[in-house]
């Protein structure tokens, strides 16, 4: 974990993200697992007009990001949660309810039931709850990001 430890992954993607930014007209980010505190440090408010890294972020089942890093979005912010998750808890889960509307961004919050961490993209392919959540999730990012990324 320490080799992907936020301090050493944070400036590299900030790096990664500003040449794509360079080159891009529009740029999105989504993240799963462990990719979901990366694209919540791709989106906050930007600072002195510089536009934001990213114009929207996705995640399916974060993990390691505080509420902290969910305070301070700029962007449309999509999440694609599992009822069962250790990582994205009760407690992270209401508090993203309930904090990040009052950020004045676009927000979508897509519930999972009897779906587990990791369900969107190592779910069960034979177990049709599971396979029809995947689907479910594949659906609902790939609307998110077309709506945020080819509308403007």
């Not at 320490?2 to 993200?17: C, L």
């Not at 529009?26 to 990366?38: L, S, T």
């Not at 309810?97 to 519930?111: N, S």
Request: aromatic share 12%; glycine share 8%; proline share 7%.
């Amino acid at each position: 974990m320490a080799r992907y430890a936020k301090d050493v992954r944070k400036p590299e993607m900030i790096a990664f993200d500003t040449f794509l930014r360079s080159k891009h007209r529009r740029v999105g980010a989504i993240g799963y697992c462990y990719g979901g505190w990366a694209v919540f440090q791709l989106g906050p408010r930007s600072k002195a007009g510089s536009p934001p890294l990213m114009d929207c972020i996705a995640t399916a089942h974060p993990t390691f990001f505080t509420k902290e890093e969910m305070s301070n979005m700029g962007v449309p912010v999509q999440i694609l949660a599992p009822e069962i998750d250790p990582q994205f808890t009760a407690e992270l889960k209401a508090y993203a309810l309930a904090e990040i509307p009052k950020l004045g961004v676009p927000f979508d919050y897509q519930y999972f039931p009897g779906l587990e961490h990791g369900f969107a993209v190592r779910g069960n392919r034979k177990d049709q709850a599971e396979m029809k959540g995947m689907q479910r999730a594949m659906r609902a990012s790939q609307g998110w990001l077309r709506e945020w990324l080819l509308a403007a």
